[in-house]
C-alpha cells in the first residue's frame, strides 16, 4: 500500500468486482411479483397519525415541538394515571385531543442544548420513526412520526426541545439514562400538587407503532449505563419493584365513565371518596382510577371494546383518537394511544361493567 | 426514479411497482451481496426490503425520495439477515498460510485477499458504512439517513472500518518486507 488514495483505489476497485456481476435473479422477482397481490399495503394514516402528518407540514422547528407536546402529554397523562392523579388536566384521556395541540406549538418556540443522549427507532416496517432524549434536569422528548423519510437529525431535535410543566406538574431524571437503541430507560421523580413520587420510566416503541410508556413507582434500576439494552433495563426495573405488582384487570364501570381497577397492590392513589390519599392495598378488590372526572361530559365517549386486562376508550367526541390502557404478564401497567382504530359510535353508552 | 411510477405503485398498482423492482432491483441486489458476502442472504435481504416498501409505499411522504428510503429499508434487512445468519453460524477465522508470497506483480491480487478476508471480518454495520460510502458513493449525510444514525456514527465506523482495512494490508506488507530480507 502507497499511501491513503492508493489504498481507497484499491478497496473501491475490490467492492466493484469482488461480487462480480450482481443482477437481481429473476427467481426473487417472480417472488416479489407473486407475493404483491396477497400483501396488503398499509392504509393511508388517520386520526392522531394524520394529525402528526400534517404537523409534517409544518416549518420543522414547529412541526417537532408539536409532535413532541404530543408525546409529552401522553407521557405525563400516562405517569399521572399510575401516580393516582385527579387533576382532570393530567388525564390521560385528556392526551390525544386536538386542542393539545397550540400548547406544543408555543413550547417549540423554546431552545436548549442537547446534553443528553438520544434514541431512535421505527416499527419494524418503517413507518414510525421517534427520538427522545432527557436532558437535565427535566424530562424532555419528542417524537417524529409518520414517514420514514423524515426522521429527524440531531439539529432538528436540538431546535426543538420542548418541557413539560404541566400545570405545576413536572417530570425529573433522577439518574442516568439506562439505555439508548429501541428503549430508554430512566429514574424519575413526578412531582405536583399530590406530592413528589420516584419511580422510572421507560419508553419504548410496539412494533405496531404504538410508543408505549412505562412508568414505575418505586423502581430502583441498577442496570449500569451503556451495559444494558432495553429488555435488561425493563428487567432491572422491574425486579427493583420494591413491592411486587400482581396483573390486573381493568374495566370500566356499568352506566359510568369511571375506569376501576381490580387486584391492585403496590400504588397509592389519591381517591376524594376516601377522604385523601388511600393505600391500594386497603381496597385490593376493586379501586376507581377515576380517570374522567371533573371532564366535561361532552368531551368524553367511552365504549370498552374489550374486557378484562385490556380496556380502550376513546379520548374525545370525533375520531381524534382513543386511549388504550392494558396490562403485561408482568403487572406493569401500559398505556398508550392508538392511531388506527375509530370507534363506530362515540357517543355510545358505555358498555362495560 | 420516476415520480409517476412511484405514485402509481403507492395506490396499489402492482404493475408499477414491478417496473419500480425492475429499476431499483440489481442496485439493490448489488448492494446487499457486498454487505452480506453471501448470495442467498442477499437475495433474502432484497425481497424483504422490496416487498416492505410495497406495504409501506402509501405511507411514503415524498415520492422522490423513492431511492434513498428503499436503500434505508434494504438497510434494515441486510441487519436482520446478518442477525439471523449469526445464529447459525460458526466463527471463521482465515488462517495465514505459508506460501511463498507471489512477486510484485500479483501484489494486488495479495493484498485483494487481504482485503476480502479483512472485510468479511467487519461487523454488518461496518460492512454497510463502506458499501453505501466506497461503493454507492453516498455521502457521510446520506449513509447516516440510510443507517439511521447520527453523521457522527457513520463517520465514526468508517473511520474504524478503513482502518481495520488499511492494517490488514499493512500486515501482509511488513510479512513480505521481512521474508524478502530473511
Redesign the interface.
Known amino acids: 500500500m502507497n499511501g491513503r488514495d492508493d489504498f481507497l483505489d484499491q478497496l473501491e476497485d475490490y467492492l466493484d468486482t469482488v461480487e462480480g456481476s450482481t443482477p437481481l435473479p429473476r427467481s426473487v422477482r417472480n417472488a416479489i411479483r407473486a407475493e404483491l397481490p396477497g400483501t396488503r399495503q398499509l392504509g393511508p394514516l388517520r386520526g392522531p397519525m394524520r394529525f402528526l402528518l400534517m404537523a409534517t407540514q409544518l416549518p420543522r422547528s414547529s412541526r417537532y415541538g408539536l409532535a413532541a407536546a404530543v408525546v409529552a402529554i401522553a407521557l405525563i397523562g400516562g405517569a399521572s394515571l399510575l401516580v393516582g392523579s385527579n387533576n382532570p388536566a393530567a388525564s390521560p384521556t385528556s392526551t390525544p385531543s386536538a386542542s393539545a395541540a397550540p400548547s406544543g406549538l408555543a413550547s417549540s418556540a423554546e431552545s436548549a442544548t442537547v446534553d443528553a443522549l438520544i434514541t431512535a427507532w421505527n416499527n419494524g416496517d418503517g413507518q414510525v420513526a421517534a427520538a427522545l432524549y432527557i436532558a437535565q434536569p427535566t424530562v424532555r422528548f419528542m417524537i417524529n412520526s409518520s414517514d420514514i423519510s423524515t426522521y429527524p437529525t440531531t439539529a432538528d431535535i436540538a431546535s426543538a426541545v420542548t418541557t413539560w410543566h404541566g400545570d405545576g406538574a413536572v417530570l425529573k431524571r433522577t439518574g442516568d439514562v439506562l439505555a439508548q437503541g429501541p428503549y430508554l430507560g430512566c429514574t424519575v421523580t413526578w412531582t405536583s400538587s399530590q406530592g413528589t413520587f420516584n419511580g422510572a420510566l421507560v419508553v419504548h416503541p410496539q412494533a405496531s407503532g404504538l410508543i408505549e410508556a412505562e412508568y414505575l413507582v418505586g423502581a430502583t434500576p441498577t442496570v449500569a449505563p451503556g451495559e444494558a439494552d432495553g429488555t435488561d433495563v425493563v428487567k432491572a426495573l422491574r425486579a427493583a419493584m420494591q413491592t411486587p405488582v400482581v396483573p390486573l384487570a381493568l374495566r370500566l364501570g356499568a352506566g359510568t365513565p369511571d375506569l376501576f381497577a381490580t387486584n391492585v397492590h403496590a400504588w397509592q392513589w389519591e381517591d376524594d371518596t376516601q377522604g385523601g390519599p388511600m393505600p391500594i392495598t386497603s381496597r385490593p378488590d376493586v379501586v376507581n382510577l377515576n380517570l374522567p372526572g371533573g371532564q366535561p361530559a361532552t368531551s368524553y365517549a367511552y365504549a370498552v371494546e374489550t374486557q378484562g386486562p385490556f380496556v380502550l376508550y376513546s379520548a374525545s367526541a370525533g375520531d381524534t383518537g382513543f386511549n388504550v390502557l392494558w396490562l403485561t404478564s408482568d403487572g406493569l401497567i401500559q398505556y398508550s394511544w392508538d392511531i388506527r382504530i375509530k370507534l363506530d359510535s362515540p357517543a355510545a353508552s358505555p358498555a362495560g361493567g | 426514479m420516476e415520480r409517476r411510477l412511484v405514485e402509481r405503485a403507492m395506490h396499489?398498482d402492482?404493475d408499477a411497482?414491478?417496473q419500480l423492482?425492475?429499476r431499483v432491483?440489481?442496485s439493490?441486489?448489488?448492494v446487499a451481496?457486498?454487505i452480506l458476502r453471501d448470495?442467498s442472504l442477499a437475495?433474502d435481504a432484497?425481497?424483504r426490503a422490496?416487498?416492505?416498501a410495497?406495504?409501506?409505499?402509501?405511507?411514503?411522504?415524498?415520492p422522490d425520495?423513492f431511492e434513498?428510503?428503499v436503500h434505508?429499508?434494504l438497510a434494515?434487512a441486510c441487519y436482520a439477515e446478518a442477525r439471523r445468519e449469526r445464529r447459525h453460524r460458526g466463527a471463521l477465522r482465515l488462517l495465514p498460510h505459508d506460501e511463498p508470497t507471489l512477486p510484485d506483480p500479483a501484489t494486488?491480487i495479495a493484498?485483494?485477499d487481504q482485503?476480502?478476508g479483512a472485510?468479511r471480518q467487519l461487523s454488518v454495520e461496518h460492512r454497510t458504512v463502506?458499501?453505501l460510502v466506497?461503493?454507492l458513493g453516498m455521502s457521510a449525510r446520506e449513509a447516516a439517513?440510510a443507517m439511521?444514525t447520527?453523521?457522527g456514527t457513520v463517520r465514526s465506523r468508517l473511520h474504524y472500518a478503513?482502518n481495520h482495512?488499511?492494517a490488514a494490508?499493512?500486515a501482509d506488507?511488513r510479512l513480505e518486507t521481512e521474508r524478502s530480507t530473511a
Not at chain 2, 410495497?54 to 415524498?62: I, K, N, S, T, V
Open positions: 396499489g402492482e411497482f414491478d423492482v425492475g432491483g440489481d439493490l441486489y448489488s451481496c457486498r448470495r437475495q432484497t425481497q422490496l416487498l416492505d410495497w406495504r409501506a409505499l402509501p405511507r411514503l411522504r415524498d425520495r434513498p428510503w434505508r429499508l434494515h494486488r493484498n485483494r482485503l476480502d472485510f463502506v458499501v466506497h461503493y439517513e439511521e447520527p453523521v478503513l482495512l488499511r494490508i499493512d506488507a
